[in-house]
C-alpha cells in the first residue's frame, strides 16, 4: 500500500516561508480589490462589494504572515490557526479591531490603563478610520453585506442582490480604502522596525491580550446598549 505524505499546513511553516506568504497572500488581496473594479464598472456592483471585502480580509491574513515572517509567536494564540482556513475568523479580527478601539477610546467609559497601549498604537496609524463611528457599523454588517450580495435569499420577499446599487458600492470602497490605507501604514511600520522596535510595536498593540480586550469590549459594548435601551424606557 502507498503511503500517504501527511500534507504540510500552516502551522507548520518557517519564518521565510511566512515571508514568502505575505507577498502571495498580499497579491491576492489586491487580484480581490481589482476583480471589485472590473465588476462594479460593469454594473455587478454586488459582487464588487463581495471582493472588496473578500481582499480585506486576505489583507488580514498578510499581516499576521508578515508578524509570523519577523518571529512573533502568534501560534500561541488559540484562533491562530483557523486565521487561515476560516474567513469568519478573520472577518470578526477586523471587525473586532473596530470595537476594541471604540469602546476603549469612548469618552464616556472608564479609562483602563492596560488597554492604554492599544490605543495609542492603533490610533496613531488608524485614527482616521477607527476614530469614526459610521465606519465601525459598517464593518459590523460587512460579512452580512458579503453573503447578501452572493446570494438569493428569501424573508417576507426576495433579497434579491441585483438591488444593490453603485451608491452602496462607492460607500463600501470608501470604507475600504481607509482600511487599505490605515493597515499599509502598520504593514510599513513592521517592515521597517528593528527587532526591538518591533517587540515595542507587539506590545503596545496587545497583540497576545486580543481575546481578553475584544471580551471586554463585548461586555462594555453590551453594557452600553443596555443603559441606552434602559435610559429609552424610562423616558418613555
Not at 54 to 63: D, Q, T
Request: charged letters at 25%; hydrophobic letters at 40%.
Amino acid at each position: 500500500m502507498e503511503n500517504k505524505a501527511q500534507k504540510k499546513g500552516w502551522t507548520s511553516l518557517s519564518p521565510a516561508q511566512f515571508q514568502e506568504s505575505f507577498a502571495i497572500v498580499s497579491a491576492n488581496a489586491q487580484r480581490h480589490f481589482d476583480c471589485a473594479e472590473l465588476l462594479s464598472a460593469a454594473a455587478h456592483h454586488q459582487n464588487g462589494i463581495a471582493h472588496l471585502i473578500l481582499g480585506s480580509e486576505e489583507l488580514v491574513k498578510s499581516l499576521w504572515c508578515l508578524l509570523m515572517s519577523r518571529k512573533v509567536e502568534l501560534k500561541k494564540l488559540p484562533w491562530f490557526t483557523k486565521l487561515f482556513y476560516n474567513h469568519k475568523v478573520r472577518h470578526d479580527l477586523l471587525k473586532d479591531f473596530f470595537t476594541i478601539y471604540l469602546f476603549f477610546f469612548n469618552s464616556s467609559l472608564p479609562k483602563r490603563k492596560n488597554s492604554d497601549g492599544f490605543l495609542k498604537t492603533i490610533g496613531m496609524f488608524l485614527g482616521r478610520s477607527f476614530a469614526a463611528y459610521g465606519n465601525y457599523r459598517w464593518w459590523e454588517g460587512a460579512d452580512e453585506m458579503k453573503q447578501r450580495a452572493f446570494y438569493v435569499d428569501f424573508a417576507d420577499g426576495f433579497l434579491d442582490p441585483a438591488t444593490i446599487t453603485s451608491a452602496d458600492y462607492s460607500n463600501a470602497f470608501s470604507y475600504v480604502k481607509l482600511f487599505r490605507n490605515d493597515l499599509k501604514q502598520i504593514i510599513s511600520k513592521i517592515e521597517s522596525s528593528s527587532d526591538k522596535q518591533l517587540e515595542d510595536l507587539v506590545s503596545d498593540l496587545q497583540i497576545f491580550e486580543l481575546d481578553r480586550l475584544r471580551q471586554e469590549a463585548y461586555k462594555a459594548a453590551k453594557d452600553l446598549k443596555k443603559s441606552k435601551n434602559g435610559g429609552s424606557k424610562a423616558g418613555s
